[in-house]
Structure formats: structure tokens, C-alpha cells
């Protein structure tokens, strides 16, 4: 891995983990639904979300679950690589000043294809709150053609 690409294929293994971990803010709540354009009252009014299932507001499920592409982005397998597909499933709320924590583990590595499936989990308190898989396209590294000796 190096400053500005992250892991190439070549130097990934089954079983490598990275994590993120982030507390939610309001802040976040309020900048997540500008940026998607989900301004669901649960997640924006205390009352509406104090009369729901959930008994108060809750952080956008996408939220916890961008910092899997965070993990993906900056630290396994890195710049460079590439989402090619995501498969979640949403397991509890998440409120305002949880720690989510976004663990990324390495399942399979498919070299033909350049393809490296990921097993994601997102917790709060050591509690899943999003599970699900993940595949990306990871870069080959290049051969370097030897520079040609001056006659």
C-alpha cells in the first residue's frame, strides 16, 4: 500500500481486517439528509420519531452503512479500489451519540476477476447494526518494463 493507491490484489489475503469507527452527531444526521435528500421526520423531528416503533429519531441506516465505503476507501483494500456490489441488512437503530464502529473482513479473493468480497458488520456497543457483504475491483500491480540501456 502506498499514499495514493491503497492495496493492490497481490498484496491482499483472506481474513485481512480494517475498521472505522465514528460517533453520529446531529450534525451528521442533518448534513446525511441534505446531501441524499431523505428528509424522513424520523430521522429529522423528535416528535415524529418519539410516536414511531423506535420511540425517539434515528440516524439514517445509510449513514452507519457509508462508513463501510469509508473502510473500503481508506484503509482495505484503499484508494483505488472499486464498489462493484453491496448486499445489506439493517439490524437495529442507531441514535444520536452511538459509536458505530464499520469492520470489513476479507472472504474470498477472486484473482481472474480482480474481485475481493468483503464480509461488513457495523456495531454500536458491540451490537450488530448493519450486516451484509460487500464485492470490490481491486487493482493488479504493474509490471515496471526495465528502462532500455543508452549504446
Known amino acids: 500500500m502506498d499514499e495514493l493507491h491503497g492495496y493492490y490484489l497481490e498484496d491482499l489475503s483472506v481474513g485481512m481486517t480494517a475498521k472505522f469507527a465514528k460517533t453520529i452527531t446531529e450534525a451528521d444526521i442533518l448534513m446525511f439528509a441534505g446531501v441524499s435528500g431523505d428528509t424522513n421526520p424520523v430521522h429529522l423531528n423528535e416528535e415524529f420519531g418519539a410516536a414511531s416503533m423506535f420511540k425517539g429519531r434515528i440516524a ?47 472472504r474470498e479473493i477472486v484473482v481472474e476477476k480482480r474481485r475481493v468480497v468483503f464480509d461488513c458488520v457495523c456495531t454500536v456497543d458491540g451490537k450488530p447494526v448493519v450486516e451484509g457483504d460487500a464485492t470490490l475491483m481491486v487493482s493488479r500491480k504493474v509490471a515496471v518494463a526495465p528502462t532500455p540501456v543508452a549504446a
Do not use: E, W
Request: hydrophobic share 45%; aromatic share 6%.
Open 60 to 106: 439514517h441506516g445509510m449513514l452507519s452503512a457509508s462508513l463501510l465505503s469509508t473502510v473500503f476507501g481508506t484503509k482495505l483494500p484503499g484508494p483505488g479500489a472499486i464498489y462493484v456490489s453491496q448486499n445489506l441488512n439493517f439490524k437495529a437503530p442507531v441514535r444520536i451519540g452511538d459509536t458505530v464502529v464499520a469492520r470489513c473482513t476479507i
